[in-house]
């Protein structure tokens, strides 16, 4: 029996992390990714991004002025575009979590008053 309750487990949590992602949620991911410093390779490899939707949000975010596009001339790697994310972008991230913060807490309060009344 024991058995059966690891499967239901494996699969409530597939389920949970199987959800679609916010375009808000999925622009934070990219301002993070980019925080350092980083290709457009490898934003799309770590947001699970295909090529067409990288470029969408890349170019949404540099016309948002979220993130700011810097030529890598080093070591003979003409025409690599490095991505950063900017002042603004970072005040985007700051209110993307503060606003993430209330609906986390407005999900865990309807959750406790819904089990009350059973």
């Known amino acids: 029996m024991k058995k059966n309750d690891d499967k239901s487990n494996k699969s409530d949590t597939m389920l949970e992390n199987s959800r679609r992602r916010s375009r808000e949620e999925i622009l934070a991911s990219v301002l993070v990714s980019a925080i ?14 295909n090529f ?25 790697k003409r025409g690599r575009y490095i991505y950063v994310t900017t002042e603004k972008g970072l ?6 979590e503060s606003l993430n913060t209330g609906r986390a807490n407005a999900s865990i309060l309807s959750k406790k008053y819904s089990d009350k009344g059973d």
């Open 36 to 49: 350092n410093g980083t290709t457009k390779t490898k934003i799309m490899y770590s947001n699970a991004l």
């Open 91 to 96: 005040e985007y991230l700051k209110f993307y």
């Open 52 to 76: 067409a939707q990288v470029k969408y949000y890349i170019n949404y975010a540099i016309e948002s002025g979220f993130i700011r596009v810097y030529e890598d001339n080093t070591a003979g």
